[in-house]
């Protein structure tokens, strides 16, 4: 993944005017919602959940065949994080930024809609190294889908408005270390709605 | 939409949410030991509430206790997973939760618990938790004491003060039991620097327990 990025980077930044022609950008503001992180049970169930986190999304795509597109998408969200236990106050743990990499395919579904999957990468990143993030920073593997749905606003710029789902399992060297075995499914769901620059 | 195309998008999102329904696998905390203290048919367990956090400890400035009691505070913090436990240093003592001191342990009148540690030849500790009237109310500050029994600067005393330190606070966070293993933090008389997968259980399973002593406001 290190050696793609920077190759879709200068591929599009760097390549002829007439590639950087055909390339769709958008820049779009949103919010990720996410299942549990982590189930626990100490003498009851404990629960690790992320809040709604604000989420920028920049993303790039590249026409592969008449109907379909390749591309890159690059997310960053921060939200805090919690433990929930029955009976029990909610505990914030401090606060996790996530930086995701998805390389995809887009297509039409209907006029002004398209679906869009890919595959990547999810870093975990928390402001403090404690807790379930004691040894750090967490990287996984990430599989998602979306729709996409975008109108012309101005000569060269659209609206776009997506909606994301994506999963992936997660765990954690400090988890590991602990004994904690296999690893918790999170699914994710991202709205988001910018602004799209592209050909028409 | 064609048929195909709705299938492909089908099959797109529910794959993922098929994968997702595992969970993972917590392990079993069942090699934690008994951290209660238990006097005839009296249990007294006890563990800091989210109120009361971070705990605020004093240390002296003497044979080098700030620097154990920082290390302490790091260790322990780093046995939960959850938050349960939080600490930091105070610079006034009169505010403290729990105060740590260099020297032998004053003799105790009868609302002290003496919770005494460490048989090593360099140091010794202990951790007094006085209680009030009813015995079910701690009266804040809890108090330990480290003493180094030769001079600091001698070979291993400042070892053994730094763990003793950690064991020490480890009775001031709540436990007030000393494990049966050797290869423990909170064993009697230990010689591990720090915390095993057991001390980390029982801190666990300690924080997770409805105590049965709740604590006064400082």
Known sequence: MRAILPFMVLTIAGGPPALQAQVDYNARLGLTWATALLRDDVIGGIEVRQKLAPTLVLGAALPIAP????????????SGYQSKQAGAPTVDLGTVRTGSVTLGLDGPVAQGLRWRAGVGLLLYWPTEDRGIFLRGRTTRFLAGAGIDYQRPIMAQWDMIASLRYDFHRFTTEELRARG???????????????????HR | MSLHRLLALVCLASGP???SCADIAAPSRSNAYEWRRIVGTTIQSFHWPQSRLPVRIWAEDAVN???????????????????????VMVSDSSVADVIVTS????????????????????????????LDATGKVILPPIRVYVDPRFDPSLPGVDECMALTTTHELGHALGIFAHSPNVDDLMYSDPVVTTLSPRDRATAELAYHTEPTLTVAPR
Do not use: N
């Not at chain 1, 904690?180 to 799209?196: E, K, M």
């Not at chain 2, 206790?65 to 600490?87: K, Q, S, T």
């Not at chain 2, 020297?103 to 006085?130: H, K, N, W, Y």
């Open chain 1, 67 to 78: 109907r379909y597109r390749a591309g890159l998408e690059l997310a960053v969200a921060t």
């Open chain 1, 180 to 198: 904690f075995s296999q690893s918790q499914g999170v699914q994710r769901v991202a709205a988001s709605i910018g602004l799209a620059r592209g």
């Open chain 2, 17 to 19: 949410a098929l994968l």
């Open chain 2, 65 to 87: 206790l700030p620097a154990h009691v920082r290390h302490g505070i790091a260790e322990w913090e780093a046995a939960f997973l959850y938050g349960e436990f939080r600490g």
């Open chain 2, 103 to 130: 020297g032998i342990a004053p003799p105790g009148s009868f609302s002290i618990t003496r919770l005494e540690s460490l048989m090593a030849p360099e140091c010794q500790g202990a951790t007094d938790v006085e």
